[in-house]
Structures are given as C-alpha cells and as structure tokens.
C-alpha cells in the first residue's frame, strides 16, 4: 500500500484552508493553506538545498516550536524519516542517536545547539546541522513546492527513542502504517475533535504531544505552541481562554501541577475542553482531586514508544462515571488494537490473573532499529511484549501492575509497589510517593517509602503506618520510610526507580 501521511495536511488545507493551523501563543502564524505551501516548498529544500534523498533520517533537536510542525511534515512529504530527540538528553545520548540512526542532517533550536555541536564533533554526527531560527533555515524554503513522495505503508516515518529508565535507549521504527492507525486510535477512544479546536503543546513534541499532532491536523485544529515552549500552569489557562476547544497531553506530573495551580490561585478552565494524560501511573486520589478542581475534562491513554499512546484509553465519558476500581485502571483496549494479559507461555489468562501485557494491531511498531535480538524478543510470535505487568476485571478494564523488576518480594510475598503508593497518597500532607525494595537478609526484601512533603505539611512516620494499616495487608506496610525533598525522574518525567535503590 502507498501513503504519506503528509497527505492528512492536504486534505485538511483543501477543506479548511482559512483556519488557524499554527500558533505561537496568541497569534496565530499561518492558516493551513499557507502552512501546506510551507510544507511542500520546505520538502524541496530538503531534498534539492540539503541534498537528502528519501529514507534519510532527519534529526529533530528541538524545544517545542512552530517549526517543529512544518519540519516533521516537510520530512514526510520528501519521503524522509524523522527522529525526534527529547531535548533534555545529554550530549552523549545524541551521540548514541546520531549513530544508530546516521542521521543525514539535524535541526536544532538554539538554547540546544551547543550540545548538538558536541554530540555532532564525533565522526558519526550529521552532516548538515541547521538552526531553525537563522537565515539559512529560512533559505531552505524553495520558490515551488517539491511533489508529494508516495511512500510504502511499512516505510520509517518516525525514529521514537525509548526514554530508558535503564540502559542504553533503542530506536522504535514507527511506519506510515502505524501513524495513519495511531491517528485514528484517537477519534475511536479517545476524544472528539472539531475543525478550528486547538491543542496546546506544552509537553514535549519529541514524544506524545507531538504524537497528537497528526489527529488534531486530520482535523483541522490548530497547533498552539506555548511562548515558553514549556509546561507553566498559567500560560495554559490563559490559552485555553484564546482558543477555546482546547486540548493537550499531560503526564500525570504535570497534571498535578495544573491541578494544584487551579485549586491554589483560581483559574477558568472553561475554554480547556481535554486534558489527557498518561505515561506514567495516576493514583486514584490524584485524578479525583483532578476532576473535583477541574470537572470533567480528563481522559486517559497507556501506550508506550513500541505501540504510541494506543493500548488502552479512557475517555472522558468513562471518566465521569467512574468507580474508584476504574479510575485506578488504564482503561480499555482501543478499537482495532488486541491486547491480551498472558501467562509466562502466552497464554491468555482469565480476567483476575495477572501477567505480562502483549499487545498486536497496526499500532505496533516495524521493530527496534538495529538492533534484531531485542525486536525478536519484543515481537515474539507476533505480539508486542510490553514488560508491563497487568490484570482486566470482569468489565474489560485493564489494571497496571509494577514492572517485574519494581516488584518486591518480602517473606515470599509479591508486594506491587503501586498499591502502597496509592495508599500512602490518601495522606493530605503527602505530595508524591516512590515505594521500592531493599534488600533485607531476613525477608529477602523489604518496603522502602521515599515520601515527598506538601510544603509546610506535616507528615510523620507513625500516622503513614496507621494509614497502611487501615487500607493493606500487613506485610506490605513499609518497614522505613525516608522523607526527601524530590524523586529523581527521568527527561520525560518517569520515576526513576533504579536510582532510588541506588540511594537506599
Ligand atoms: P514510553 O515508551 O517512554 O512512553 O514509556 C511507556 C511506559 O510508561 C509503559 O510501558 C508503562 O510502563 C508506562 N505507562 C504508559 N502509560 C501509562 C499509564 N496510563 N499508566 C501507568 N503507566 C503508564
């Protein structure tokens, strides 16, 4: 099958060529007839100025930009692959990324361009770096758009680089294919979206908020970019009142920041019609302080790199009807994704049992580039094996279990991490919570709480250990727990676990 999914702009500027395509904070910057003539003489540039012939990778390391946009479409529509770099990794992790992908050319933006530079100096860096706000990007526009470049449905088009909250990050191939069903994904399960809504890209569009571009530009939405390219609780009540019909994606972090910012300082979230979250755990407590500041406008999706943001999904609708057992899930399989909990042989247990998560549909991504043995292992007998432990209910909802690797066994006992962390936040002095095992000659392992103070909260031991014992089985209650003034995480905002045993 041929495709490109630069196609989904077209369309869009022939049906709605006077709406506002691209914003950067209140001014609107080009409607998507201009930002279709942008695309296609850019695509030129590519091809003819930069001399990049189809299936070359291109580079994106940029902070949330309009050019990000027009860069990543301009790529499809030359028949290019595009590697989005989160922009918070180190020089090294780049270096590690422009090799495995021999990336052909990267675009940076400025605050960012001195570490490309670094990255670049090893003899495998790009060839062509360019600065997306200087004049020689501007040159790249050609005077005639270059043809759209039909590609093959199982073609790169996206470079997705795991954040790797252990090891050496892989390169997920995400096709044509994959995109087009990721695109669709999202009207199916996950929200509405109508010709001039809009959605805010306040989380990095290296990773899923860029992900949603595609359904918002099928759309005829406009992409607002926030002026400090960041996630700043303020500036996005205010976008929500400039354009109403307003959606985003948030990880659970930064929904709670938005959540304490409205509930501290007051905020109209009138205009913000969709927040959803994901890629990472909320706790039940979170998303009902959630809803109760901020009503019903919250919708949930699990996904990961390997199948983007497409596994399950809860919507708003599920959200407003919810029971504590719901809301504690990740929702349910998306239409057209197959998603099974299996036992250690695959086979598919019944709804209780829990096992490791596998996933199959047209979301699942080619494989991991260069790398076979992984893509072999991941993709076993045509399944995605996520690595995420989990368990449906009776009603077809899917509950998250900690990864076999957070799993503590105390006294012969699975004690799931997550569990005692959803009762621990039940404290109102608790902020945040990271529960983790420490190696114990008597029990093996036993519980370490990392606690995470309100400010000016106080919390003490002794009513953390009456609330555990009001709410879980003794022996998983934490045997020490130690007050800390941040969880380390990683660039996308993941706990990272592996550090706190370090630190135990
Ligand atoms: P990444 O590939 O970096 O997006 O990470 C994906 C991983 O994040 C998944 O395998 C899950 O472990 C976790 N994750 C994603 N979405 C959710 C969610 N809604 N709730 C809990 N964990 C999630």
Redesign the pocket.
Known sequence: MRTNLAHLLQRTARHHPGLPAVARGDSALHDFASLARRVGRLARGLREGLGLKPDDRVALVMRNCPQYLELLLACWHAGLAAVPVNAKLHPRELEFIFADTAAAACFVTADLAEGVATAARAATGPARIVDVDSADYGRLFADASLSLVERDADAAAWLFY??GTTGKPKGVVLTQRNLVAATLAYFSDVDHIAAGDAILHAAPMS??SGLYILPHLARGACQVIPESGAFEPAEIFAAACRWPGLSMFAA?TMVKRLVDFAAEKGADPAGLKTVV??????YVEDIKRAMAVLGNRFA???????SPMTITAMDKAAHAVADDAMLAS?GRPYLGVEVLVADAAGRPLPPGGIGEILVRGDTVMAGYLNNPEATAKTLAGGWLH???MGCFDERGFLT?KD?SKDLIISGGSNIYPREVEEVLLRHPGVAEVSVVGAPDPEWGEIVVAFVVRRPAAAVHEGDLDALCLDHIARFKRPKRYRFVEGLPKNA?G?VLKTELRRAL
Request: aromatic share 8%; charged share 15%.
């Open positions: 795991t954040s990773h899923g659970p979250y994901g890629g990472g755990p909320m949930q999706i699990y996904g990961q790199g390997e990740v996520t690595g995420d998250l990864r996308t993941k």
